[in-house]
């Protein structure tokens, strides 16, 4: 079929037609598919249940430098997983600090700190009524969310094929009441690009008015991978050192999407001057994490080359998954000029953008046919995409019979909102 801007309105309505008969099949067939959030499949899951049968007599209660797991101490994780986690962020292992199973969590507190503490010798961010954050679209609805709650008012950049828009980013950044910014710099969240070595550069060298502004550095898919081909990102900690602005980056990671979602580790790694402070108010808020944890996921994952095992057989569950939607996408929308998407190298998502103004429409189709989608506008601050565009597929959980029925469900469902726009038809529209 060739591009529906260019077709006769015959030819349009006929197309139409078509897409309404096949959708309205889907909404008899009483479908039930959730491809609301990023989660791990049960087969995904499977590939850690060896953590769950270890035994004392596997694993000891020792850690390698003596620590009594089950016991107090160790507030910043066992030297083993604070080495493992260094080599995933590229930092040294002395200033890692290896947390329970929510990365998350770490970056709420870290706000949380800068907001009511302040960070670097400098007045609590909540001081400034005019405090904002730079807000990366489209992003993370979670990340949004945290600085919503902190009174974070977003100004929103377009992402890029490099990443951010850094011509944007460094005119932003010229205003004190700008306080940071969160990145997802490794197949981003929804998009799947990776920052280019000239943006990581441009992050480290730019110039901010605020002398506290911080960019959390959210490395939640820094190991995973999808092909052989994989992308690469360049070391953030060995930029900033280059131009004296290791204060300004907090990474954080977490084995979420490695071994089991929720119950698994987290780490944050900073400058010196960040990690004192990170750790004076840690030592306030816990005596330590779960060592008993880190010790039976250090038992398995020694290195990187274990981590890198670990991430070859989710990429093999995955790939089909990615295939699958991909697949369907490529052959009912290439062409038509109503829809564009991403075919990222890893990470969770893919991103789907319609014709502006669809978006909305196209999730409800899906919902009424029983196909359960990321809420439209998710990926923007406040839960309002200004062009109503994009959607977020994730494939990860439903199986790769559900996600061809999933794909022809959405490809419909973004027919069917085209041609109406394009015939002048309102039915349907909110």
Request: aromatic share 10%; proline share 4%; charged share 25%.
């Amino acid at each position: 079929m060739e591009d529906l801007r260019h077709c006769s309105a015959e030819a349009l309505r006929t197309f139409y037609e078509e897409a309404k008969k096949e959708y309205e099949a889907f909404l008899r067939a009483g479908i039930s598919i959730n491809m609301a959030r990023g989660r791990p499949s049960p087969e995904q899951l499977d590939l850690s249940d060896n953590l769950l049968n270890l035994t004392r007599a596997d694993t000891g209660v020792l850690a390698e430098d003596g620590t009594d797991c089950r016991n107090y101490g160790g507030l910043c994780g066992l030297p083993t997983c604070r080495k493992l986690f260094g080599e995933i962020m590229g930092y040294p292992a002395e200033n890692v600090i290896v947390a329970g199973s929510s990365s998350l969590n770490l970056m709420y507190d870290y706000v949380s700190q800068c907001c009511s503490h302040g960070v670097g010798g400098n007045e609590p961010w909540l001081f400034d009524p005019d405090r904002k954050f730079i807000a990366i679209v489209p992003g993370y609805d979670r990340h949004f969310a945290i600085c919503a709650h902190f009174g974070l008012k977003m100004v929103s950049v377009p992402m890029t094929p490099a990443g951010p828009d850094m011509d944007l980013v460094e005119e932003i950044v010229k205003d004190p009441s700008v306080k940071g910014m969160f990145c997802v710099p490794k197949y981003s969240n929804p998009d799947g690009i990776t920052y280019s070595r000239e943006t990581v550069e441009r992050l480290a060298a730019m110039k901010t008015a605020a002398k506290d502004f911080r960019v959390l550095w959210d490395e939640a898919y820094v190991v995973h991978d999808l092909y052989d081909e994989k992308d690469e990102l360049a070391n953030v900690f060995e930029a900033a050192k280059k131009y004296g602005t290791e204060d300004r980056f907090v990474a954080f990671a977490s084995t979420s999407k490695i071994t089991f979602a929720g119950s698994g580790l987290s780490a944050m790694a900073a400058s010196d001057a960040n990690f004192k402070e990170i750790l004076a108010r840690l030592s306030l808020q816990i005596i330590n994490y779960d060592k008993l944890n880190q010790l039976r996921h250090a038992y398995y994952y020694k290195t990187m080359d274990d981590i890198r095992a670990q991430m070859k057989k989710h990429a093999a569950l995955l790939r089909p998954k990615f295939d699958a939607v991909l697949n369907v996408l490529h052959k009912e929308l290439d062409g038509l000029g109503i829809a564009s998407f991403n075919s990222p190298k890893g990470g969770y998502f893919i991103s789907l953008d319609v014709n502006v103004g669809s978006a909305k429409y196209v999730g409800q189709l899906c919902k009424d046919c029983g196909l359960v989608l990321t809420g439209v506008g998710a990926t923007y601050p406040y839960g309002v995409d200004p062009n109503d565009a994009n959607i977020r597929i994730a494939p990860s959980c439903p199986s790769a019979a559900e996600l061809d029925t999933a794909a022809k469900i959405l490809c419909a469902a973004v027919k069917i909102a085209a041609c109406e726009e394009l015939l002048g038809i309102e039915n349907g529209r909110g």
